[in-house]
C-alpha cells in the first residue's frame, strides 16, 4: 500500500483479536467500527445468541484523512445485511456501506483493492463512484459469479449517459 492510505477489514467477534493483533504489527487502527445489521443470524439456535452486528476494523498505513467533502461518522453504522435473491454470497456486504467508505478516502480514478472480493461487491460500489478496482478471489464459482454482476452493473445506463450531462 502507499503511505497515508487506509484499510477496512469486515470480521466477526470470534476473529476480532487475531485480526486486530495482525493489522497491528504494520497499520495504526483508529478505530473498531461496529456494523448493525439491523437483524441477526442464525446460527447456533439452541446455545449461541444470534449475530447482528460484524466489527470493521478501520486502520492507516500512515495517516490517511478523510476527504474533507465527506462528513465524519461515528462509529456505529446501521446497513441491512443482503438477504433473499440480492444475496449470491454468505458475507456478502451491502453496496452503500462500501460506497461510504469508499467515498470517504477517494476520489475518481483511484484504485481500490479487494483482495476477497467474492459477490465483487466492492467493485460494484467502484464501479458506481468512478473508482478502479483491483480484487482476487480464489473460488472459481464465486468469481464467475460475482463477474457477472460486475459485468450487469457496467451495462446499466444512465440517461445522463447518453444526453452527456
Known sequence: MKPDTPLYMFCGSDKVDFFKQQ???RFTIKNIIVWDKG???AGDLEAQYGKRYEFIIYA????????PDVPRYDDI?????????????QNQKPIPLLMRIIKQHTKPH?????????????????HKLQRDFVGFELDKDEYDAGVKRLNAERAQVSIFDIFNF
Open 39 to 41: 437483524n441477526h443470524t
Open 23 to 25: 493489522i497491528e504489527s
Open 60 to 67: 492507516n498505513k500512515g495517516r490517511a484523512k478523510f476527504n
Open 77 to 89: 453504522w446501521t446497513y441491512a445485511r443482503v438477504t433473499g435473491n440480492e444475496q449470491i454470497h
Open 110 to 126: 483511484d484504485l481500490i483493492l479487494d483482495p476477497f472480493m467474492g459477490s465483487c461487491s466492492t467493485a460494484v460500489a467502484a
